[in-house]
């Protein structure tokens, strides 16, 4: 069984390279035109997946790149909040993560994810930091340690289930944009898989 994890598309807040995460009319998080194009991208190149189980973070940012590829797959989405994003943020030249909440409900979702038993794949779009979060999981590193990790919009990242105890998940691609023309992707150059 494989998991993909899917980075929501380009919002304005992330073409406008704006950290900050205080924004009541959400006007930041919508889709650009480059952001509706790469979730149109991203849902045809999932054709090619036996997706059997679809979540997806309850963020507006996640539900919108969703609808792109919900209308070329059979399975039903299951929105569940623990696949939001873990806010950071930089802090005297490091690196900090905002809320234990945040890192509370990712721990959650993690729980989800090791439970996950179906025939097919599963596809989980989400965000950047949750991503590198799930990574640093697998490789027993720290959140801070997988920071360095690139993880642009649209892209997958693809994760093996495999059938032992110790060591799961298997990591088989991270940042995979192939299906993102340069014009497309979102920060510089897509990297070749």
Request: with cysteine; glycine share 4%; hydrophobic share 40%.
């Amino acid at each position: 069984m494989r998991i993909i994890l899917v980075r929501h598309a380009e919002t304005v807040r992330n073409r406008d390279k704006i950290f900050r995460h205080v924004d009541p009319s959400k006007a930041l998080d919508i889709l650009t035109p480059k952001g509706r194009m790469q979730s149109i991208l991203l849902s045809k190149r999932l054709k090619a997946y036996n997706l059997t189980k679809i979540y997806s973070s309850d963020l507006k940012r996640a539900l919108d790149t969703l609808y792109s590829i919900k209308k070329h797959q059979k399975a039903k989405p299951v929105i569940k909040s623990e696949f939001r994003e873990i806010h950071s943020r930089a802090k005297d030249g490091k690196i900090v993560f905002s809320s234990k909440k945040d890192l509370a409900r990712a721990i959650k979702a993690w729980k989800i994810i090791e439970k996950i038993k179906v025939d097919g794949d599963v596809l989980i779009v989400c965000h950047g930091n949750f991503i590198k979060f799930i990574l640093s999981r697998i490789l027993d590193i720290s959140l801070k340690q997988a920071y360095p990790f690139i993880i642009q919009n649209c892209s997958l990242t693809v994760l093996e289930k495999v059938d032992r105890k110790y060591k799961p998940f298997k990591i088989l691609l991270v940042n995979g944009t192939k299906h993102l023309p340069k014009k497309f992707a979102s920060q510089g150059d897509p990297f070749i898989e």
